[in-house]
């Protein structure tokens, strides 16, 4: 292990084993220095949030992207603080801090038997959001996690979220998509982030009028399982409770080819997507290129 992949490893381990302890004013006062300072170094992560929130809000002038990528930065430091403490949360704490609209999209798939995927977009805590699904619905679920360097660290974020209820898949290995269509042919519950590919053999989707590539999972599962294919978006507001909303099934279209209906379902999640992020965009907490024209300049917007 890199002298840097252990200093990694480390720091996640002081936040994980430290912050959980500080006093909540502490915690929150401690997440919201470090994304001021984080800011206004302007690494190239801040560089890269404020270049996506443009894509988000074109007509924003400098000064507005500016206080974006601030709340942006703050938004994301608050999702660190409280998945640092999750683990030492009450199960009441925890129904407490999230309040989503139209569960019964989910719950109703869910008395269905009939399987559901819950996809979502890198918004505000979906850590918090799964935990309350695995507490107050007393659902488990089975997700996938990028494999981060060094190992010891994507052992820490399995053991994390394992110790919230949910089974964790390696987005690597190619094993991944066989269990979860296993999990939910017995009608069980997969949730995915699905708005940025790592595979870089997603679906070209149109996001915000530019070209996005985003996973085929998602949609590809639906199709060959017959769950109900469910986007959901994630907000924080100024109250210490976070919204999110379920929003309608993705249907599978009666016609074409697998790509075909792959492509149609992806878009559909896209659009969803959009809509959430459009309404709260310093809560979308993407600091990596996600466009294609980002990506690779030869390519053009759609």
């Given at each position: 292990m890199s002298a840097q992949d252990r200093l990694t490893d480390a720091l996640y381990g002081l936040g994980w084993?430290?912050?959980?302890?500080?006093?909540?004013?502490?915690?929150?006062?401690?997440?919201?220095?470090?994304?001021?300072?984080?800011?206004?170094?302007?690494?190239?992560?801040?560089?890269?949030?404020?270049?996506?929130?443009?894509?988000?809000?074109?007509?924003?002038?400098?000064?507005?992207?500016?206080?974006?990528?601030?709340?942006?930065?703050?938004?994301?430091?608050?999702y660190w603080m409280e998945s640092f403490r999750l683990p030492a949360w009450s199960e009441q704490r925890v129904r407490e801090s999230f309040a989503p609209k139209d569960v019964h999209h989910l719950t109703d798939g869910l008395a269905a038997g009939k399987g559901v995927i819950l996809a979502l977009p890198h918004l505000a805590n979906w850590d918090l959001a799964g935990a309350w699904v695995t507490t107050e619905l007393k659902t488990p679920f089975t997700t996938v996690a990028e494999?981060?360097?060094?190992?010891?660290?994507?052992?820490?974020?399995?053991?994390?979220?394992?110790?919230?209820?949910?089974?964790?898949?390696?987005h690597s290995g190619g094993?991944?998509?066989?269990?979860?269509?296993?999990?939910?042919?017995?009608g069980g519950l997969v949730c995915l982030v699905a708005d940025r590919d790592l595979s870089a053999s997603g679906v070209e989707v149109d996001f915000f009028g530019a070209t996005a590539r985003m996973p085929a999972g998602p949609a590809l599962l639906a199709q060959q399982t017959g769950a109900l294919l469910l986007p959901v978006?994630?907000?924080?507001?100024?109250?210490?409770?976070?919204?999110?909303?379920?929003?309608?099934?993705?249907?599978?279209?009666?016609?074409?080819?697998?790509?075909?209906?792959?492509?149609?379902?992806?878009?559909?999640?896209?659009?969803?997507?959009?809509?959430?992020?459009?309404?709260?965009?310093?809560?979308?907490?993407?600091?990596?290129?996600?466009?294609?024209?980002?990506?690779?300049?030869?390519?053009?917007?759609?």
């Open positions: 084993g430290t912050v959980k302890k500080l006093p909540e004013p502490a915690a929150v006062r401690l997440g919201r220095t470090i994304a001021d300072l984080a800011w206004r170094k302007r690494g190239k992560g801040v560089q890269r949030l404020e270049s996506n929130y443009a894509r988000v809000v074109p007509d924003a002038s400098p000064q507005r992207l500016a206080e974006l990528s601030r709340a942006g930065m703050r938004s994301y430091l608050r494999r981060l360097k060094p190992e010891t660290l994507y052992d820490r974020f399995v053991a994390y979220r394992e110790g919230l209820g949910m089974e964790v898949l390696p094993s991944a998509f066989g269990t979860l269509a296993r999990r939910l042919r017995d978006t994630l907000w924080y507001d100024d109250s210490p409770v976070m919204k999110g909303r379920v929003h309608p099934p993705v249907e599978v279209p009666e016609s074409g080819s697998r790509v075909e209906k792959t492509s149609v379902m992806t878009q559909a999640l896209a659009d969803a997507f959009a809509t959430g992020i459009a309404e709260h965009p310093e809560d979308w907490h993407m600091l990596q290129r996600l466009w294609l024209a980002d990506l690779d300049p030869t390519k053009g917007t759609s």
